[in-house]
């Protein structure tokens, strides 16, 4: 699939801690960055959020007419999907999938107008951070809501494999 115009990845380095000699049956875990703010990926921050979801969890779709929103799958597995409804983008009406978590770090950027959802992969819950350009309103909410199955859209969620 097309990457779409605007949305941006970094793939994250990942760090890993020297095992301890004198505790061989202690693993070591691994450091990443995540958001930098002289990489300029995040033009104005509003807040950060995270979510859990369970394996087989689909949330699609919902769009922003004034935030983008920077996400990163911490823990689990997610195929993140993305549709660009900005009529007057070069990739207007396409879709791209991405697939990010565990083994497969990396940070997303969402640009305002495109809608975005994500299926957990795999065995374990997913915790995904996201950070956005806004700080949400409860009275006046910046969210616009399509179905996970619009045939305007036509996603095949049913293609993933859960195993994964």
């Given at each position: 699939m097309p990457d779409i115009d605007g949305v941006k990845i970094k793939i994250l380095k990942v760090h890993q801690d020297i095992p301890d000699a004198d505790q061989p049956d202690i693993k070591p875990g691994f450091l990443m960055e995540v958001l930098r703010k002289d990489e300029g990926l995040l033009k104005k921050f509003g807040q950060t959020t995270f979510t859990v979801a369970y394996p087989g969890t689909i949330k699609?779709?919902?769009?922003?007419?004034?935030?983008?929103?920077?996400?990163?799958?911490?823990?689990?597995?997610?195929?993140?999907?993305?549709?660009?409804?900005?009529?007057?983008?070069?990739?207007?009406?396409?879709?791209q999938e991405i697939l990010a978590g565990q083994g497969d770090y990396k940070v997303i950027l969402i640009p305002i107008g495109v809608a975005h959802g994500y299926k957990v992969l795999g065995t374990e819950p997913v915790l995904l951070f996201y950070h956005t350009t806004e700080s949400y309103n409860l009275e006046n909410p910046d969210e616009e809501r399509i179905a996970?199955?619009?045939?305007?859209?036509?996603?095949?969620?049913?293609?993933?494999?859960?195993?994964?």
């Open positions: 699609a779709f919902h769009w922003h007419k004034k935030q983008a929103d920077l996400w990163f799958v911490a823990t689990g597995k997610a195929v993140v999907v993305l549709h660009d409804l900005r009529s007057d983008s070069p990739t207007f009406g396409q879709t996970y199955d619009d045939p305007k859209i036509g996603f095949d969620w049913d293609k993933l494999d859960l195993s994964s």
